[in-house]
T-cell receptor, first 115, second 116 residues
């Protein structure tokens, strides 16, 4: 079975500062990894995904994530935070042969951006 | 654009009531999912369906059932609502069988259910 751990349920950053959200996974086989974002009063939307091609993955809104197999990590970064990045971010994992393409989500990290 | 709609944004029900949450998607997706979202726990899968009339239990199916009579519609049923089912419920859909879209799920805006 696979699992996902997100370190830090809340992160506060200043506008213009680096955003770093941590995600570690556990999987017995090579996983597919995802970051989803949830803006206030909305459903989740896909930010980016890793599917065993390039280890550095670029997503929407200037976010990127790097897959590190040796560290079982898939941390999300953005060089310069914007006020519009205030949201909750979820890391998720699935297996290639998972029935129904099921996702397993981490607990989420809520990002607060200070002016 | 893929659109997933849920029948209500906010719902207040009494303990013991039967509750129906409806979800409709307009992109002909085979897979549909129901999650509940609670602070600190992320999203937990209740049930999913990969075809009409097909359903599989997720991680927390107890106290819930589902129905999928048409491809575009997936209903979540709380047979006898309890206070511990107060939560945000999210519906999602996805294509099946294509590796390039594996794991890409499209979510509705959620229904915040309060059981008193």
């Amino acid at each position: 079975a696979q699992s996902v751990t997100q370190l830090g349920s809340h992160v506060s950053v200043s506008e213009g500062a680096l955003v770093l959200l941590r995600c570690n996974y556990s999987s017995s086989v090579p996983p597919y990894l995802f970051w989803y974002v949830q803006y206030p009063n909305q459903g989740l939307q896909l930010l980016l995904k890793y599917t065993s091609a390039a280890t550095l993955v670029k997503g929407i809104n200037g976010f990127e994530a790097e897959f590190k197999k040796s560290e079982t990590s898939f941390h999300l970064t953005k060089p310069s935070a914007h006020m519009s990045d205030a949201a909750e971010y979820f890391c998720a994992v699935t297996l290639i042969k998972a029935a129904g393409n099921k996702l397993t989500f981490g607990g989420g990290t809520r990002v607060l951006v200070k002016p | 654009d893929v659109k997933v709609t849920q029948s209500s944004r906010y719902l207040v029900k009494r303990t013991g009531e039967k509750v129906f949450l409806e979800c409709v998607q307009d992109m002909d997706h085979e897979n549909m999912f129901w999650y509940r979202q609670d602070p600190g726990l992320g999203l937990r899968l209740i049930y999913f369906s990969y075809d009409v009339k097909m359903k599989e239990k997720g991680d927390i199916p107890e106290g819930y059932s589902v129905s999928r009579e048409k491809k575009e519609r997936f209903s979540l049923i709380l047979e006898s609502a309890s206070t511990n089912q107060t939560s945000m419920y999210l519906c999602a859909s996805s294509l099946r069988g294509l590796a390039k879209v594996l794991g890409e799920q499209y979510f509705g805006p959620g229904t915040r259910l309060t059981v008193t």
